[in-house]
């Protein structure tokens, strides 16, 4: 949706993937994990508690965006391709369908973690990876072809956000081949959120200025500080990086011990000798 609400809300949505890849990932690296898509756990859990967050996430996301774009506000029906009174069966609704498709594809990425991680009884990495990719590929790939017709202030926003999205879609594709690097995943985790904070401002910069003046495509000096916004961005999600990976830190010290202790551990080998040594006493 070309509206306020229609930036909000993508906004949030991939602030709070980002805010999960942050929080995920750092337990993980902290953890001494360094596998990105670990085994599902061999205990029967069933199927309510296997199902991932991130799935569920991208496909109640993207269930909602695409209703929202055919069908809000309530009584809007924007299905149709083209009107059949039309005798030149022009195209309607290209923005719609444009952002439907988007978030089908999120959607759809959603759906294929649920079935890899809830309903295989092996967990399948590349079919995850690859619906993730998919969705940041296509999306990219229409952010591209996104700015007819729009105000050079739209453009150039939607510009910023090509970019990061497919610096992004890079890093997936590269993860293909090197999907156990720590640092692709917070750079990952890291656009992810600039993405979200970044379409969160474009809400304000488009349809609410706090000044009440609407930005001049035209001045040189509204295009150049679109550029400088979105470079605080950046720094901003850089920091917030950092402070999520902190806070992660400080609750692992207080409770990841204690969650690592509940597991069964390998004895030491002098343990284990001794530990047999008392067994065959016993036995005679």
Same mark, same amino acid.
């Given at each position: 949706m070309?509206t306020?609400?229609?930036?909000i809300?993508?906004?949030?949505?991939?602030?709070?993937?980002?805010?999960?890849?942050?929080?995920?990932?750092?337990?993980?690296?902290?953890?001494?994990? %360094?596998d990105?898509?670990?085994?599902?756990?061999?205990?029967n %859990?069933?199927?309510?508690?296997?199902? !991932?967050?991130?799935?569920?996430?991208?496909?109640?996301?993207?269930?909602?965006?695409v209703?929202a774009?055919?069908?809000? !506000?309530p009584?809007?029906?924007?299905?149709?391709?083209?009107?059949?009174?039309?005798?030149?069966?022009?195209?309607?609704?290209?923005?719609?369908w444009?952002?439907?498709?988007?978030?089908g594809?999120? #959607?759809?990425?959603?759906? @294929?973690?649920?079935?890899?991680?809830?309903c295989?009884?092996? %967990? #399948?990495?590349?079919?995850e990876?690859?619906?993730?990719?998919?969705?940041?590929?296509?999306?990219?790939? @229409?952010?591209?072809?996104?700015?007819?017709?729009?105000?050079?202030?739209?453009?150039?926003?939607?510009?910023?956000?090509?970019l990061?999205?497919?610096?992004?879609c890079?890093?997936?594709?590269?993860e293909?081949?090197? !999907?156990?690097?720590?640092?692709?995943w917070?750079?990952?985790?890291?656009?992810?959120?600039?993405?979200?904070?970044w379409?969160?401002h474009?809400?304000?910069?488009?349809?609410?200025?706090?000044?009440?003046?609407?930005?001049?495509g035209?001045?040189?000096?509204?295009?150049?500080?679109?550029?400088?916004?979105?470079?605080?961005?950046?720094?901003?999600?850089?920091?917030?990086?950092?402070?999520?990976?902190?806070?992660?830190?400080?609750?692992?010290? %207080?409770?990841?011990?204690?969650?690592?202790?509940t597991?069964?551990?390998?004895?030491?080998?002098?343990?284990?000798?001794?530990?047999?040594l008392?067994?065959?006493?016993?036995?005679?």
């Open positions: 070309g306020f609400i229609g930036h809300s993508p906004g949030l949505a991939f602030l709070s993937f980002g805010l999960l890849y942050a929080v995920r990932y750092a337990w993980m690296v902290l953890n001494g994990c %360094r990105q898509y670990p085994a599902k756990n061999k205990t %859990r069933g199927f309510l508690k296997s199902l !991932p967050a991130e799935g569920v996430m991208k496909l109640i996301y993207g269930f909602m965006a209703m774009e055919f069908f809000f !506000p009584g809007v029906q924007k299905l149709r391709f083209f009107s059949l009174s039309d005798p030149n069966f022009h195209f309607q609704n290209p923005n719609e444009q952002h439907a498709t988007m978030y594809y999120f #959607c759809m990425s959603g759906a @294929l973690d649920i079935v890899s991680q809830a295989l009884s092996t %967990r #399948c990495p590349l079919l990876h690859a619906g993730t990719t998919a969705a940041f590929f296509v999306t990219t790939l @229409l952010l591209k072809f996104h700015a007819h017709g729009k105000e050079a202030v739209e453009v150039q926003v939607h510009l910023l956000l090509l990061t999205c497919a610096i992004t890079a890093i997936f594709i590269f293909f081949w090197w !999907p156990n690097q720590p640092k692709l917070f750079t990952k985790a890291w656009l992810v959120l600039v993405q979200g904070t379409l969160l474009v809400a304000f910069i488009l349809y609410k200025p706090p000044t009440g003046q609407y930005w001049n035209e001045d040189p000096a509204d295009l150049m500080f679109l550029t400088t916004f979105y470079c605080w961005h950046l720094a901003f999600n850089s920091g917030l990086m950092g402070a999520l990976f902190w806070a992660t830190y400080l609750v692992h010290r %207080r409770v990841g011990g204690k969650l690592k202790n597991g069964y551990q390998l004895a030491e080998n002098g343990e284990l000798e001794k530990l047999t008392y067994d065959g006493d016993e036995e005679l």
